[in-house]
């Protein structure tokens, strides 16, 4: 078990560039989820993939924001146009479709945006 | 809707003191309830968890049970070291929406363990 990994670390960009981030889930793990964290608060859902179907989405994942999960396994993050707000620590979750699941996080992707 | 609400930090203690974290609960039905730890430059980690009333959740030396009269999960620790700290997030998994069970996190509280 390697555990959730997340790439790149860190990443600065200028406002209007595009992002783009990936999560490697636990390998047996259909399930995935993206997380938003901002400074001094907690995890706020964005979305969630069972295998490559994204079934739920936030109100906070703007039209900027686009997740794929195109095999079921690796997840992909992209966000176009990157404003200032956008600033925040992106986390990634996984874990299996049972009853009492159990998500796993990653160690996230640091986003800033000058 | 769901909401989890802890205790404000930063806490500050003396090594080998007790720690209590406040967590306090809203939410319909019978949820499992979680406490995560976030080291400095890392993600969360699952600390411990417990999924039904009166269940206690225990790792690493940290206690929690989850009490549905007063919907409270407190974190305890009998003696913390330096190593313990980091920011301490109190969740919980609740109610369905669009097949997935929601998880809601509370703000987190930040621990210092001085020596």
């Known amino acids: 078990d390697t555990g959730v990994s997340q790439d790149p670390r860190h990443k600065i960009t200028k406002r209007g560039q595009n992002v783009t981030f990936r999560c490697d889930p636990i390998?047996?793990?259909?399930?995935l989820y993206w997380y938003r964290q901002t400074l001094g608060q907690g995890p706020e859902f964005l979305t969630y993939f069972q295998n490559e179907a994204q079934l739920e989405k936030s109100r906070l994942l703007s039209d900027r924001f686009s997740a794929e999960r195109p095999k079921g396994s690796f997840s992909t993050l992209e966000i176009q146009r990157t404003e200032q707000g956008d600033s925040a620590m992106y986390l990634c979750?996984?874990?299996?479709?049972?009853?009492?699941?159990?998500?796993?996080f990653g160690p996230g992707t640091r986003l800033l945006v000058l | 809707g769901d909401s989890v609400t802890q205790m404000e930090g930063p806490v500050t203690l003396s090594e080998e003191a007790f720690l209590t974290i406040n967590c306090t609960y809203t939410?319909?039905?019978?949820?499992?309830l979680f406490w995560y730890v976030q080291y400095p430059g890392e993600g969360l980690q699952l600390l411990l968890k417990?999924?039904?009333?009166?269940d206690k959740g225990s790792n690493k030396g940290f206690e929690a049970t989850y009490r549905k009269e007063t919907t409270s999960f407190h974190l305890e620790k009998g003696s913390v070291q330096v190593s313990d700290s980091a920011v301490y997030f109190c969740a919980l998994r609740g109610s369905y929406s669009g097949g997935y069970q929601k998880v809601t996190f509370g703000t987190g509280t930040k621990l210092q363990v001085i020596p």
């Open positions: 939410a319909t039905g019978y949820p499992s």
């Open positions: 417990a999924t039904k009333a009166d």
């Open positions: 390998s047996e793990h259909n399930r």
């Open positions: 979750a996984s874990s299996l479709r049972r009853k009492q699941e159990t998500q796993y």
